[in-house]
């Protein structure tokens, strides 16, 4: 997105990075002592956990860089949440931010990563769909496929019904679909060219 990468928690490298907010060296201290405790209980779970104390950067090229690269979630520590036992959580994939008690945070990241690689999955999955296109006939497929994206129509499986429609359209076969992506588009029918026996529909797009 505008802000950088956005990584799924499966493929991240690092799942969580932990930034202190402090006003003095002593409050930094006590801030290290709480979030060694709670990195701890994430690298339990097996998540990947990175603490970024570092003194040479502030929070806020801290918060900039880590979204950049797509860590999926942030959590931050300031004076406050010190004495409320909180922290401040971010997620990645949505930007969004709240505040969440110390006991059982793991648990909670836990479940949020979960979720959002199951929102980031569905996400592209729709996205996915929303550019596939069933046609029937020839002259709907050589309409829709002016239109851009992918066309899921029948194909005869010859070399020579596949060369026509690349000469005529400059569409190729992109894949034979392992499984389905739309009701149907496994089922036998007639091609789209030739109207002989098709076994499935097959994926078309133009390649730029």
Request: with cysteine; charged share 30%; net charge negative.
């Amino acid at each position: 997105d505008d802000n950088g990468l956005v990584l799924p928690p499966h493929l991240a490298p690092i799942q969580v990075v932990i930034v202190p907010i402090y006003k003095n060296d002593e409050q930094l201290k006590q801030i290290d002592a709480k979030v060694e405790g709670i990195v701890a209980k994430l690298k339990a779970l097996g998540i990947s956990v990175k603490y970024d104390n570092a003194d040479n950067k502030r929070p806020g090229f801290k918060f900039a860089d880590y979204e950049l690269k797509g860590v999926p979630v942030r959590l931050v520590m300031g004076g406050r949440d010190l004495e409320n036992n909180t922290m401040e959580v971010m997620r990645r994939d949505t930007l969004e931010k709240e505040t969440v008690t110390c006991e059982g945070i793991e648990t909670y990241v836990q479940n949020l990563l979960e979720e959002m690689q199951a929102n980031i999955y569905k996400k592209a999955l729709d996205y996915r769909n929303s550019k596939i296109t069933t046609v029937d006939t020839y002259d709907e497929f050589k309409e829709k496929i002016e239109e851009g994206g992918f066309i899921l129509a029948h194909w005869d499986g010859t070399t020579e019904t596949e060369e026509k429609i690349k000469e005529e359209t400059k569409a190729t076969i992109r894949c034979i679909p392992f499984e389905s992506f739309v009701p149907g588009d496994k089922e036998p029918g007639k091609c789209m060219v030739t109207g002989k026996p098709s076994a499935c529909r097959v994926i078309f797009a133009r390649s730029y």
